[in-house]
């Protein structure tokens, strides 16, 4: 058994197929492209499936791979058992209806004993219990002696997923030897500890199900196999797990440095350790390929192993943010097999910092809120956490449910999942109706049969009016031979002018008319294989199926998408020129005359950034660069230097857009012949949309011009209000805050001096209650300020004054200020406990000082029988 580091097995692995005569292809990025069932590549097959079902034509018949995968299903086992990672790249060799069983069979066992030669006896095979034919090909054939082979049911080596194509399989084991193993004397091959490891499963796809239990024969049946490399590794380097193999060690060496925990003293700070290691390569291999942290789909799960992982940092008493120090451990181990990983290295490292940081932020005052929630429910004797609670966690701290979830069962606690999500549902409705509702018409085509349907011919780059056949009609989610005036329907065609919404540029819209009627277009979308969805509005007569129609798109809306479209390549240009070539698009929203673009930054644009930025752009649409398209081999495009989309997989050929030498692009979108034709191009917003990623909205052509417009109106407007022209409204503006600023002071005297004759007048109507002076007014002031200055000059007239006074300022709100004067004091008079109760009379409260109070009341209507029980009061007080 040789001794073999990962990379090598890699790449023994790859050649050997290839002597086979297999394709050797790249690994597929770890997002899958144009397959919505799946949210991460989880085996080498999944990026083949059109392969298999013989949708597209495969470049050959042969292929093998390595392919990136991640598999959360397991992450309960990681760090715990010595095999599964969330992380694992898988070889595998496969037949698109080429050679079979026997080959595959063979092959492997070749490369098992003569390339890796691993010791036949300690290896074992089994196959599904039907299955006499691999039976007899593995034991007569190949030659492994009957004892090492074993049959089991369907659950372990039948591979079926629902109807389709589907098979038994065989999978390859290794024996460990009894040190690994859990010492049960029925300890064989299938058992879950970690002595005989699966390491290789090879599928023969031999029949297709129609779902209930009948099985026909496939014509062309395929093959496909699964080796995890880290698995194979660990086997052949005799290590204990996957996460001792050598390069995978590197990283967890790494990590325990980082923690100061020793690796392989404590078996819980093992576990730890390993976990961290797993998630951290999953994070780095995921963001590599475009994922960005956030709470939906992919983005969640990338989310939840970096929190998960930052938990149990926490676990080993690291208190800040380190994983983002691992990133560059990780890239090491993997470049050679995945060199763009070192090109992202600044881009990972700095998106996994900011994403540690913000949980970093608040995980500590969660896990203190977490610990008072189980306190509560054990004072409670509950056993389940509410979903209101796991969803504040969620909410407020940023705790992933499955996080929650995790901790809470460490300590024998559940979650009420349904409660919580209820709360996600709510919190979701409410941000779609404060966004308003843009749903689009939805179209269901699972079940109907439009295999047949060619692919739909665009003739959209070239022109904008052609002549089509109806080839479908979906009508309510149903095939239907014709649409009636009315209708709304989803419409296929053989050839179409329509630009179906893709790379971010919205759809066309426009018209189409056949003998007898019309309708309009209002969408169009596109699958994978490129048939064009065309949502429809039928407007009058019949249309039918077979029918001949003129399709004509609206060319005012489309020069303007052009706009919009020409110009964002020119922002990306011109933001990594102004910002550094760590701008990468990370999402686009191109519509008429309109553009979003997000991009990889880490702060928020300057105003000289933006400004600098906008001026280029508009300098190169006045340089009026010629737009030219065409299309060229993948490497050819990238030897030019074209920018490509992050994480995105291109096929052999990609089209490339072309501005003079100023941009040159990967695109499918349609552009202008001239850049000169993109207008005046305006920014008109720069935001935060998530960590590390930044948005710029822009106008271009007519809306820039609208917008022009618009705020010349506007200056008009206000300047027509000020009484001036705009050219001298800043002088003028400038003339009237200096004007007002006196009026204010000439009213603040006029005001006092009213206040001074008021006092006189306040102060003669006091009535005498012992030896203080009350006076209890109603006054028309709605300043609270000025209506306590009045009161205080009431009181500047005698120490023995009690003055209070109020203020109706609608129905429902009274103020009030009360003083008493110094001998007032003496006596016993208290403006706080005055105001206290009358405050009360009229529905309100406040209180104070002795000397000095306000108060707020509400039910205007009682005022004046309060006002008149003052002087009752204030004798009650008095000693
Ligand atoms: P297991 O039962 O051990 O989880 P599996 O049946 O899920 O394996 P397959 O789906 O057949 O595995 O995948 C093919 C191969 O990929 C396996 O034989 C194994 O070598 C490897 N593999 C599967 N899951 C993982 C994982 N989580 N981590 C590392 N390697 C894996
Ligand atoms: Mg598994």
């Known amino acids: 058994m040789k001794n073999m580091g990962l990379n090598e097995l890699r790449e023994s692995f790859l050649s050997f197929f290839e002597s086979k005569g297999h394709l050797r292809m790249d690994s597929f990025p770890l997002v899958p492209q144009h397959d919505k069932s799946l949210l991460l590549i989880n085996a080498g097959m999944a990026p083949f499936k059109p392969y298999f079902t013989g949708e597209e034509i495969p470049p050959s018949r042969r292929v093998t791979t390595c392919q ?75 030659g492994v002696a009957p004892e090492h082979m074993r049959r089991f049911g369907k659950e372990d080596n039948f591979w079926e997923i629902g109807s389709g194509p589907c098979g038994p399989d065989s999978e390859i084991f290794f024996d460990r030897g009894p040190q ?32 209930k239990g009948n099985y026909t024969p496939l014509v062309n049946k395929n093959i496909d196999t ?31 440095r980082i923690c100061g925990v020793t690796y392989g003293q404590d078996a819980q700070k093992d576990v730890s350790l390993r976990i961290i290691t797993d998630h951290i390569r999953s994070a780095v291999m995921m963001v590599s390929d475009g994922v960005m942290p956030s709470n939906e789909g992919r983005g969640y799960v990338l989310r939840r192993l970096l929190r998960r992982a930052a938990r149990h940092g926490r676990l080993l008493g690291v208190t800040k943010p380190f994983l983002h120090d691992v990133v560059e451990t990780v890239i090491e181990e993997n470049e050679g097999a995945y060199p763009h990983l070192r090109e992202k290295h600044d881009y990972i490292t700095r998106l996994i910092r900011i994403e540690e940081e913000r949980f970093g932020a608040t995980i500590e005052n969660g896990l203190v809120k977490l610990d008072a929630m189980v306190q509560q429910l054990k004072d409670e004797g509950k056993t389940v956490l509410s979903g209101d609670d796991a969803f504040r966690l969620y909410d407020t701290d940023g705790f992933p449910i499955d996080l929650t979830v995790e901790i809470l069962g460490e300590q024998g606690f559940t979650v009420d999942r349904d409660g919580f999500d209820t709360n996600m549902r709510e919190q979701k409705k409410r941000a ?25 011919v665009f003739s959209g780059y070239e022109t904008l009016h052609d002549t089509g056949k109806v080839l479908a009609i979906i009508k309510e989610g149903e095939l239907s031979s014709n649409a009636l005036p009315g209708d709304e329907i989803t419409l296929l065609l053989d050839r179409t002018p329509f630009y179906a919404e893709s790379g971010g540029q919205t759809a066309d819209r426009g018209a189409i008319s056949w003998s007898g009627g019309s309708a309009e277009v209002l969408n169009v979308t596109k699958t994978g294989d490129g048939r064009f969805f065309h949502t429809v509005r039928v407007l009058d007569g019949e249309l039918d199926v077979d029918a001949a129609v003129e399709l004509s798109v609206d060319r005012t809306r489309r020069m303007a998408v052009m706009r919009a479209h020409s110009a964002t390549h020119m922002l990306q240009k011109a ?54 398209v065409s299309e060229m081999n993948i490497d050819e495009a990238k030897a030019l230097g074209a920018m490509a989309l992050f994480g995105e997989k291109y096929g052999n050929v990609v089209r490339v857009v072309r501005m003079g030498d100023y941009s040159i692009e990967l695109c499918g979108g349609t552009h202008l012949d001239n850049t000169a034709k993109v207008g005046a191009f305006r920014i008109i917003g720069e935001a935060s949309v998530a960590a590390g990623v930044r948005r710029i909205e822009a106008v271009t052509g007519v809306e820039t011009a609208k917008l022009f417009r618009h705020l010349d109106e506007e200056l008009h407007l206000t300047a027509e209000t000020l009484k001036t022209t705009p050219a001298d409204l800043t002088k003028r503006a400038q003339q009237l805050m200096n004007d007002l600023r006196a009026v204010g002071k000439e009213r603040d005297a006029l005001v006092s001096k ?11 109507s006091a009535e005498q209650a012992g030896p203080v002076k009350v006076v209890a007014a109603r006054v028309d002031i709605a300043n609270m300020d000025e209506m306590r200055d009045l009161a205080d000059k009431v009181r500047d007239r005698g120490a023995d004054v009690v003055c209070v006074l109020a203020s109706v300022l609608n ?53 004046d029988e309060a006002l008149h029980s003052v002087r009752t009061i204030v004798s009650d007080m008095l000693k």
């Open 811 to 863: 129905e429902s709100k009274i103020n009030y200020a009360a003083v008493c004067g110094k001998d007032a004091v003496k006596a016993g008079a208290h403006a706080g406990n005055i105001l206290k109760q009358i405050a009360k009379m009229t529905g309100g409260g406040g209180g104070g000082r002795p000397d000095s109070a306000t108060a707020g009341g509400k039910d205007a209507s009682k005022l």
């Open 575 to 628: 933001l990594r020129e102004v910002l550094g070539t760590h701008v990468e698009q990370a999402g686009s929203l191109v519509e008429p005359d309109r553009l979003r673009f997000d991009f990889t930054h880490f702060s928020a644009m300057t105003p000289e950034e933006l400004k600098r930025v906008e001026d280029i752009v508009n300098n190169a649409a006045l340089e009026g660069y010629p737009v030219t």
């Open 180 to 211: 690994y193993g859990c010492g049960r004397p029925d300890c064989d091959v299938g058992c879950e500890c970690d002595r005989y490891i699966e390491f290789w499963n090879l599928v023969f796809s031999q029949f297709n199900s129609d779902g």
């Open 432 to 456: 779609r109706e404060a966004r308003g509702s843009n749903a689009l018409i939805g179209w269901e085509t699972s079940g109907l049969s439009l295999q047949e349907i060619p692919a739909t």
């Open 68 to 142: 990136k995968c991640i598999r959360t299903l397991d992450i309960d086992n990681i760090g715990k058992d010595a095999r599964h990672g969330t992380y694992f790249e898988m070889l595998g060799n496969f037949s698109f209806g080429d050679y079979f069983k026997r080959e595959v069979c063979t092959w492997a066992w070749e490369y098992c004993t003569k390339v890796l030669e691993l010791p036949v006896d300690r290896l074992y095979v089994t196959v599904y219990q039907e299955d006499d034919e691999a039976y007899d090909i593995w034991t007569k054939e190949v």
């Open 226 to 256: 699964g080796m995890g490399l880290e698995r194979i590794a660990c086997i052949m380097q005799e290590v204990d797990s996957l996460f001792d193999v050598d390069t995978i060690r590197h990283i967890t060496e790494h990590v325990s």
């Open 754 to 764: 009213l206040a001074a004759s008021q006092a006189v007048e306040l102060f003669a």
